[in-house]
Antibody
Framework: EVRLVESGGGLVKPGGSLRLSCAASGFTFSTYAMNWVRQAPGKGLEWVSFISSNGNYKYYVDSVKGRFTISRDNAKNSLYLQMNSLKVEDTGVYYC???????WGQGTLVSVSS | EIVLTQSPGTLSLSPGERATLSCRASQDISSDYLAWYQQKPGQAPRLLIYGASNRAPGIPDRFSGSGSETDFTLIISKLEPEDFAVYYCQQYGSSPPYSFGQGTKLDIK
């Protein structure tokens, strides 16, 4: 069974940092591209970042460029999102998403507030 | 950047009726890279359709997708009570950002 389990969310002040993790199981993680998608409270979905299967290609939505860094460790079947200089508008549920959207984790909540 | 516009914003229908949801792109996208998702309150989204017209595994055949270039449609042929949710389209084509539409809320009339 494919499982994606996010962790690392929490409450942080503006300007702070968080590192999200996604533990993958039930599939050959190293052969799939991965994404992070977020959803602000009561709002729609927003794609945040993409990483290719080998980690060579990384893309970001403009609003997080220079602040967020996506990475992966294929030996540990794990995906990460390092989030620095957090803003109030980064608040939301962050989902780890497999490849073309076929599997989603349950999400981890990030709250940025003073 | 490709902008996806979904319509209507809200669709009020009764069980048994047919639902037609639209997703329009600001520029041509390959139909290979257009997906539809369903999201229920408190849950993660679920992939319904990929490649504009291919049902994901386990998705009932009352869900169908069609379209090309800039105009795409999701049809639910006969609504079941569990189909009332929010639906999103997404393009994940040649260049990021892999944007989502703003969503269509399908609610019970």
């Amino acid at each position: 069974e494919v499982r994606l389990v996010e962790s690392g969310g929490g409450l942080v002040k503006p300007g702070g940092s968080l590192r999200l993790s996604c533990a993958a199981s039930g599939f050959t993680f190293s052969t799939y591209a991965m994404n992070w998608v977020r959803q602000a409270p009561g709002k729609g979905l927003e794609w945040v970042s993409f990483i290719s299967s080998n980690g060579n290609y990384k893309y970001y939505v403009d609003s997080v460029k220079g602040r967020f860094t996506i990475s992966r460790d294929n030996a540990k079947n794990s995906l990460y999102l390092q989030m620095n200089s957090l803003k109030v508008e980064d608040t939301g549920v962050y989902y780890c998403v497999m490849g073309g959207g076929s599997r989603w984790g349950q999400g981890t909540l990030v709250s940025v507030s003073s | 950047e490709i902008v996806l516009t979904q319509s209507p914003g809200t669709l009020s229908l009764s069980p048994g009726e047919r639902a037609t949801l639209s997703c329009r792109a600001s520029q041509d996208i390959s139909s290979d890279y257009l997906a539809w998702y369903q999201q229920k309150p408190g849950q993660a989204p679920r992939l319904l359709i990929y490649g504009a017209s291919n049902r994901a595994p386990g998705i009932p055949d009352r869900f169908s997708g069609s379209g090309s270039e800039t105009d795409f449609t999701l049809i639910i042929s006969k609504l079941e009570p569990e189909d009332f949710a929010v639906y999103y389209c997404q393009q994940y084509g040649s260049s990021p950002p892999y944007s989502f539409g703003q969503g269509t809320k399908l609610d019970i009339k």
